[in-house]
Antibody, heavy 116, light 107 residues
Framework: QAQLLQSGPEVKKPGASVKVSCKTS??????MTWVRQSPGQGLEWMGW????????IYAQKFQGRVTMTTDTSTKTAFMELRTLRSDDTAVYYC???????????WGRGTLVTVSS | IVLLQAPGSLSLSPGERATLSCRAS???????LAWYQQKPGQAPRLLIY???RRATGIPDRFSASGSETVFTLTVSSLEPEDFAVYYC?????????FGQGTRLETK
């Protein structure tokens, strides 16, 4: 049974960095998309990474602040967001896309709270 | 591509029909439009992809149609578990974008 297991909640101060992990199981790990959802708000695509070659596509909004990586030995994807601001407070989801860029499997989300 | 969903919220009773709209600011290439359902405290759940194809395990009371800039999700007869927030998403062009959501509430 395919699953995405995300790391636990984080509390960070403004200016700090956070690294969220997403461990895959039950399917062939090809890549990962990250989507975030601010409190009471909609969904925002952050970017994607290939597990094959590490190629990434980042949303322009996050360019320069986000780094997505993978560890193929543990079938885990990572998303690091730097220089955190209060408006980065959100639930961060990893999501799988198998054929096209729709997401048929989601992690449970990781709440990142940025507060001084 | 900006996606505008309407209405912002919809109050209906179980057994009624729900019709949700998603309008794109420009034509969605290949009609690459998906719909998701999200319940409080849960991740989104894929309902529809390719504008009209039901995802695995989705009941047939969920149907969708549309092309280019106008898309619709219909729930033919609402069950209690269908009350949630629904999002459309286009994946025809980068950046991938989502609509702001329609909240389906119990009347």
């Amino acid at each position: 049974q395919a699953q995405l297991l995300q790391s636990g909640p984080e509390v960070k101060k403004p200016g700090a960095s956070v690294k969220v992990s997403c461990k895959t199981s039950g399917y062939t790990f090809r890549g990962m998309t990250w989507v975030r959802q601010s409190p009471g708000q909609g969904l925002e695509w952050m970017g994607w990474i290939s597990a094959y070659n590490g190629n990434t596509i980042y949303a322009q909004k996050f360019q320069g602040r986000v780094t997505m990586t993978t560890d193929t030995s543990t079938k885990t994807a990572f998303m690091e967001l730097r220089t955190l601001r209060s408006d980065d407070t959100a639930v961060y989801y990893c999501a799988r896309s198998e054929e096209d860029w729709y997401f048929d499997l989601w992690g449970r989300g990781t709440l990142v709270t940025v507060s001084s | 591509i900006v996606l505008l969903q309407a209405p912002g919220s919809l109050s209906l009773s179980p057994g009624e029909r729900a019709t949700l709209s998603c309008r794109a600011s420009q034509s969605v290439p290949n009609n690459y439009l998906a719909w998701y359902q999200q319940k409080p405290g849960q991740a989104p759940r894929l309902l529809i992809y390719g504008a009209s194809r039901r995802a695995t395990g989705i009941p047939d009371r969920f149907s969708a149609s549309g092309s280019e800039t106008v898309f619709t999700l219909t729930v033919s007869s609402l069950e209690p578990e269908d009350f949630a927030v629904y999002y459309c998403q286009q994946y025809g062009t980068s950046p991938i974008t989502f609509g702001q959501g329609t909240r389906l509430e119990t009347k």
